[in-house]
């Protein structure tokens, strides 16, 4: 016998407008990882829909934060929003603290997610290690804060690594389990991941197999935003490689991981394929190819690193794009945690 068919009616899906949410840690320098993972692609979508780019500082503070740095960092933060050519005219950009409706709705989902659902979540046993009870709860809550960020604004869209794939399930789950706990069928939506393009992830110079990272004890492991050209230059003729020329095909380029990245990167800056720039550089040594990468790198780079630092020159300047942005975004959070409030049966008064 087969089945009979479902007679209950359809959940209603989500009608709202499109919007982007996205932010990055001020809990150290940004590198060429989080520009072409992550910078870009604001660039790129601030274009496309309404965005919101927060500098997550709640987040940050998950771990130890120095108080007397935590400010500069996320102006540093926003001024490489800036110079990478993010526009505060098109899209907000703001502190996350700065918006009360982050932590107001992420406690109303701390009542709505489930241990279990947080005890399968990798991330925070890595960043734990051995000694989880010594790590903060805030550490712990993390992506709970991570889906109010995103939902605060009903985000329909995030973009997204692997390493935060796990999260936006997450946020589906606590969107879907607060719609339906408060009858309130598509009222969250369920935010659909922008997963990370070819060249978005970049690794180590140091170490193929490791991503890039701001906390790799190696400054040569990373190139720096705020890097000059003549650092830039140095990092990417030091970086690790192999002594055999670049392969023609990419098949001979995957277990070659310094190969694979470097390749990689320059693909990334110059806006084509792996393949292209095999069809280029294929059967010639590191001796040619690494100057070419260390020319596009300064040319592509070092303009970003120059506007930072003008930018970090006038911390007025980036205050007033903060505020600005804050404000926006309130005005876009502030109906969404009173409707979601008045949902949950809170005191209206």
């Known amino acids: ?9 359809p959940v209603p899906a989500y009608t709202g407008p499109s919007r982007v949410l996205s932010g990055v840690q001020p809990s150290g320098a940004l590198h060429l990882g989080n520009y072409l993972g992550a910078l870009t692609k604001f660039v790129a979508l601030q274009d496309q829909t309404e965005c919101f780019f927060c500098v997550v500082d709640l987040h940050a503070i998950t771990v130890w934060q ?17 110079a990478a050519g993010v526009d505060p ?21 701390n009542c709505v997610a489930r241990l279990g ?33 995103i939902l605060v604004y009903k985000a329909t869209q995030v973009p997204v690594g692997e390493d935060q794939k796990q999260h936006l399930e997450l946020t589906r789950d606590i969107a879907a389990k607060f719609n339906n706990d408060f ?36 400054d040569n492991s990373r190139i720096n935003l705020m890097d000059d050209a003549d650092a ?23 277990p070659r991981p310094e190969a694979d990245n470097l390749v990689g990167i320059y693909a990334a800056l110059a806006g084509v394929t792996k393949a292209e720039v095999l069809l280029q550089y294929g059967g010639r040594g590191f001796g040619d190819f690494k100057p070419a990468l260390a020319d596009l790198a300064v040319a592509v780079m ?48």
């Open 66 to 82: 120095d108080p007397a740095k935590l400010t500069a960092q996320t102006r540093e933060i926003a001024a490489a929003y800036l």
């Open 232 to 254: 830039i230059a140095q990092k990417i003729r030091r970086a690790k490689t192999d002594p055999e020329p670049l392969p023609e095909g990419l098949e001979d380029l995957k």
């Open 302 to 349: 070092g303009p970003i690193g120059e506007r930072m630092r003008r930018l970090m020159d006038d911390p007025a300047e980036i205050d007033k794009v903060l505020r600005a942005g804050a404000e926006r975004a309130q005005a876009v959070a502030e109906p969404v945690i009173e409707e979601t409030k008045r949902l949950v049966g809170f005191w209206p008064g």
């Open 89 to 109: 005219a098109k899209a907000a950009i703001f502190p996350q603290s700065a918006v009360r409706a982050h932590a107001e709705l992420a406690w109303i989902f």
């Open 183 to 218: 009858s309130a069928p598509g009222f969250f939506p369920l935010t659909e991941p922008l997963i990370e393009g070819p060249g978005a992830r970049v690794m180590s110079l140091r170490d193929g197999a490791a991503k890039m990272s701001k906390s790799d004890p190696s």
């Open 117 to 149: 659902w947080l005890d399968r979540m990798t991330q925070f046993k890595e960043k734990s290690g051995k000694h989880k009870e010594r790590s903060s709860v805030g550490l712990y809550t993390y992506p709970v804060l991570q889906a109010a960020d």
């Open 1 to 9: 016998m087969t089945e009979p068919e479902s007679t209950a009616a």
